[in-house]
């Protein structure tokens, strides 16, 4: 059949959308139409197949912006047992019509019937690199827009469903995902990061192989268990028997973040026939959002990506994106403050002449903010009351908090506080006025976990009391930044004040309840600056990011742990977020290691540097020690938190060494940061060849801390230094070094 083809090209500077359509009223023009998507090195495309189904067609390195991709044709059945919906590789499958691998979407209707088929009806150009699509149920009043859009520098592309019922009666959703990502047959390595408390953003990888991988948080946060990101690495040694390892700087990867701090879930498929799927949104475990008829459900963003520059490529642009499009100050926050946060000194005895003491101690470094951390509110001494009474106890602070800032501000530094606005001890003022405020099933134990409760954020009032105590902390008090804190996971979380058929919305509804909250302070106080805290990396994921300038990793700040944890956690994250304090030695988690103060410090300065030791009893030579290196990481703070990063030497995997190096966006300067654990058998620190720098440039050597071997020159090309490479000095145990590369001109 001769087919009459439209073709819109909206050229972008650097990005293109290209719809192919055709004309309307043809039965079978449909099933010609491509969409394409062109955006930094890649290139992303789909279309409508024979029978109505949104089908991938492409994800990949760029295309020339003149090549085809081929129509769209649905896989056809391999077997009785296995049904060409199945085997075709949707974008976002309805389950039904016999689908075995995983839906985007599922649910119940009124009737009792399950089953859903979503089929294409049009596309509509969002903007200039943005598009939206319109599935509908074969038969059924189920409207789902598809939404996409390609960042045009990075290529990522950020993909999110809304899901209308428009049928006469309620519908309940049981699994919504954001997207789903089909990818071209190969064999495939997958990398995902796992934890626990004080022991997140462990890098795990393993081959795909057939079944599904299920990566999730089902506490109602985002968790320390499993963050929402991972990176698909194609696996170039497919013909030999060897182990399969994901390649640092070489290599095709896709990856992806879900922008989600509630209950999440990613599942990689590898189906019966190879094709590799990965699918990502609410986590359906114990889901089940009730849409009444004209009410919609928005899924969080699946943010996806590709790179032909290894694992290493694929975290630089994603740091990009993030910078660029996703934090509140994007696209050019600001370096985060130098902080100083006593909650290792001195824990819940907080007072004002305590902390003005450390204050004075900490200006004296170099410190550009003092935060005063857990214990100055309601009647905490402890962790078994007070929270949820967010008035300033009156025996530690007797003149309320505006002296204890004065003196912060008068010594040159802002001043940040602590709060857990989400929490209360059942021992509170607030408890006991409000008991039906928790999480809880009405008859049933309310489990307590570090003697709190969660308050159920999804209610209005709790929303109101909760936005209103933080509005008028922040209009009564100059504070510049909160330290937003979060210590427990959910349990029991029933919500009885609706009925219960809506009563699981608590899923959807609390974290949009949160991030409206954070949206609304920022509105309202512009200046604020937000960390998002839970008992360390807890809640870390592109969604609570789009509202917090930073994120507290680990409650671990054991130096040698934070090096791999810092590695893993710079995979999914930028280092401009990734706060990193430098405290007591020994470290009271690994309480016989003990390192020195440049160690420690050089592990901070990799990410946003922060101060937790007790500063009373340090000596002259600690305070001259890391008020010289504060100075040194302030001259550089631009380049190691912003630039573009390289894991030269990755301390995973029980490595002696490690050593990351970031490059500035205009590749002028360069910093490398070095550690060794213990030197073994005498052997010499690896040969550091630099990355990143322009191979024609002369480019200076400044020492931040350590040496190099004899012969090292202090100025060579951007080639010698790559190429080359220079053999530093560093031996013995937990040892460090750093150094700066400037461009001359
Ligand atoms: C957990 C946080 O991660 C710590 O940094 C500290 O703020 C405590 N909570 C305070 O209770």
């Known amino acids: ?310 694992l290493g490529g694929a975290s630089r642009l994603l740091h990009r994106f993030e910078i660029a499009h996703i934090l509140p100050h994007a696209p050019d926050p600001k370096p985060r403050p130098v902080i100083y946060n006593s909650w290792e000194a001195t824990e819940f005895n907080v007072s004002e002449a305590g902390q003005e003491a450390m204050a004075e101690k900490a200006a004296s470094l170099g410190v550009d903010r003092f935060v005063m951390d857990d214990g100055w509110f309601g009647q905490r001494k402890d962790d078994h009351a007070g929270l949820g009474d967010w008035y300033v106890n009156s025996e530690k602070f007797p003149r309320g908090l505006k002296p204890l800032i004065d003196k912060v501000r008068s010594l040159g530094m802002d001043f940040g506080l602590w709060v857990e606005p989400e929490m209360v001890n059942p021992d509170s003022d607030l408890y006991r006025k409000h008991p039906d405020w928790v999480l809880n099933f009405p008859g049933r134990p309310r489990s307590e976990q570090r003697n709190q409760l969660v308050l159920n954020l999804a209610r209005s009032d709790v929303r109101q009391y909760i936005e209103g105590f933080l509005d008028k902390l922040l209009t009564d008090n100059d504070i510049a930044f909160l330290k937003w804190d979060y210590n427990r996971n959910w349990s029991e979380p029933g919500w009885d004040q609706v009925p219960v058929d809506q009563q699981r919305r608590v899923y959807v509804e609390f974290i949009r309840n949160l991030y409206s909250i954070l949206a609304d302070l920022r509105q309202k106080h512009p200046k604020i600056e937000i960390e998002s805290c839970s008992g360390g990396g807890g809640r870390v994921d592109l969604g609570i990011l789009h509202y917090t300038d930073e994120v507290w990793p680990s409650d671990n700040t054991d130096p040698f742990d934070r090096l791999s944890m810092q590695d ?109 654990h213990s030197t073994q058998e005498g052997r010499d620190f690896p040969l550091l060849q630099l990355q990143g720098l322009e191979p024609d440039a002369e480019y200076k050597l400044g020492w931040i801390e350590g040496k190099a071997l004899p012969g090292t020159p202090e100025s060579a090309s951007g080639a010698w230094w790559m190429r080359h490479g220079l053999q530093l000095d560093l031996r013995g145990d937990f040892q460090a070094a750093a150094f700066r590369l400037d461009r001359q001109r």
């Open 568 to 676: 893993g956690f710079s995979y999914a994250y930028p280092p401009q977020v990734m706060m990193a304090w430098v405290t007591d030695s020994p470290h009271w988690l690994n309480n016989r290691r003990t390192t020195s103060l440049s160690y420690r410090m050089l592990s901070s300065m990799q990410g946003s540097l922060g101060i937790g030791a007790n500063l009373n009893n340090w000596t002259p030579d600690d305070f001259a020690t890391a008020k010289r290196l504060i100075a040194d990481y302030h001259s550089v703070q631009r380049t190691i938190v912003g630039g573009d990063l390289y894991r030269v030497i990755s301390p995973r995997g029980g490595s002696e060494f490690s050593a990351s190096e970031t490059v500035s966006g205009d590749k002028n300067q360069a910093v490398l940061f070095a550690f060794t």
């Open 1 to 310: 059949m001769k087919l009459t083809v439209r073709m819109r090209l909206f050229s972008i500077l650097f990005g293109t959308l290209l719809l192919v359509l055709l004309a309307p009223g043809s039965s079978s023009a449909r099933t010609e139409q491509v969409f394409r998507l062109d955006g930094g090195n890649a290139t992303y495309a789909f279309g409508v197949n024979e029978r109505g189904e949104l089908q991938t067609l492409y994800w990949g390195g760029r295309l020339g912006p003149h090549d085809s991709v081929p129509a769209a044709h649905s896989l056809p059945e391999w077997a009785s047992f296995d049904s060409p919906n199945t085997n075709t590789p949707q974008e976002y499958a309805g389950w039904g019509a016999g689908l075995f691998t995983e839906p985007a979407l599922k649910v119940t209707f009124a009737d009792g019937n399950r089953d859903l088929v979503l089929h294409f009806v049009r596309a509509t150009p969002s903007g200039a690199q943005s598009l939206e699509l319109l599935l509908k149920d074969i038969s059924r009043e189920i409207y789902v827009t598809l939404h996409y859009s390609i960042d045009p520098e990075s290529g990522i592309l950020a993909r999110f469903a809304s899901i209308e019922n428009r049928q006469k009666q309620p519908v309940v959703i049981e699994q919504a995902a954001a997207a789903q990502w089909t990818l071209p047959p190969a064999r495939y390595t997958l990398s995902y990061l796992t934890g626990r408390w004080a022991g997140e953003w462990t890098v795990n990888q393993e081959p795909i192989q057939g079944g599904e991988r299920v990566i999730e948080s089902r506490r109602g946060t985002t968790g320390h268990q499993a963050n929402p990101w991972f990176a698909i690495s194609r696996d170039d040694s497919q013909n030999t028997a060897g182990p399969i390892t994901a390649d640092e700087e070489h290599g095709e990867v896709w990856f992806g973040a879900l922008a989600w701090s509630g209950s999440w879930r990613i599942t990689v498929e590898h189906s019966q026939l190879d094709a590799v799927r990965v699918t990502g949104g609410f986590n359906p475990f114990d889901f089940g959002y009730e849409l009444k008829p004209g009410e919609h459900l928005e899924t969080p963003v699946f943010y996806g990506g590709y790179s032909d520059h290894g």
